[in-house]
């Protein structure tokens, strides 16, 4: 499921889908607020700024820096010394924290999807950046001047270096976060989310169109019967999917009885069979 969303005509990313777009490798939610607060000092993964907003009565807002280091941080702390005090084991813990930590986040807060690239992209290129440089001080043939080669070219010396060089847990370490990086250099904007998982991080953003469904009304329709775009009413339904009928907008009702007409009711399908009708 896409989870950007369109807002004034921009796309933006609910502050909770954050962790799931590399898959909690990058940012998770304690992260996210360290950023958004600027509390993140000096730290390679935490570094760089991105504002935070939210809607109030139809305008977009700026979130206060200082509130996400009161409130976000503290609970997170909080959580965090909870789950460690119960003695858990470490994947209960870890699996504690990911079901847990993202209702920490607050529900109908966005930031840009254009600033959290930049910020992605930052934060990606430094991480590479230090274990390229560990790993070509490790081998002695490596040219003195590599600066000029591109990120792909950087990516496959480092690789092979890592397969070269003497094992050692260290080494194990920087080839296991070389795999990782190259797996998330580019964020995956349609994580796969459990129903439950989907309502907390979509929370807020019930009323706002996925960007698919944004991009769909604008490009010539696809497939169309009935007279209507059926790629569109899939996305338009999406955040409505789970609920009753009684929730969706005036308009997106009366486009919803004519396209699943003679189909049984809303009410009377599951969220799958709902979305394989539009």
Not at 70 to 99: H, N, T, Y
Not at 173 to 197: G, H, I
Not at 207 to 214: F, G, I, K, T, V
Request: charged fraction near 25%.
């Amino acid at each position: 499921m896409k989870i950007v969303v369109v807002i004034e005509g921009r796309e933006a990313i609910p502050v909770r889908a954050i962790p799931l777009l590399s898959n909690w490798r990058f940012m998770s939610p304690d992260v996210v607020a360290h950023v958004l607060g600027d509390t993140g000092g000096t730290n390679v993964s935490v570094f760089g700024q991105m504002q935070s907003s939210r809607l109030s009565e139809g305008k977009v807002v700026s979130m206060n820096k200082d509130w996400w280091a009161q409130f976000p941080l503290g609970d997170l702390k909080a959580l965090s010394e909870k789950i460690k005090a119960s003695e858990s084991s470490l994947e209960a813990g870890k699996a504690e924290w990911k079901k847990s930590s993202l209702n920490e986040l607050p529900a109908g807060v966005f930031v840009w999807k254009t600033d959290y690239e930049k910020l992605h992209e930052k934060n990606w290129t430094s991480q590479f950046k230090m274990i390229y440089c560990a790993l070509r001080d490790s081998d002695p043939d490596a040219e003195t001047d590599e600066s000029d080669e591109d990120v792909e070219t950087l990516m496959q010396l480092s690789l092979t270096r890592a397969a070269m060089v003497n094992d050692s847990p260290l080494k194990r370490d920087l080839r296991e976060s070389l795999l990782v990086l190259q797996r998330w250099q580019v964020p995956d904007y349609a994580p796969f989310m459990r129903p439950e998982m989907r309502k907390v991080v979509m929370e807020g953003f019930e009323s706002q169109p996925l960007e698919a469904a944004a991009r769909n009304s604008m490009q010539t329709p696809g497939c169309s019967f009935r007279g209507q775009n059926y790629a569109t009413l899939a996305g338009l339904i999406e955040p409505y999917a789970d609920g009753p009928f009684d929730r969706l907008p005036g308009g997106l009702q009366e486009h919803v009885i004519k396209a699943f007409s003679p189909m049984p009711q809303w009410d009377d399908l599951g969220p799958d069979q709902r979305r394989s009708l539009a």
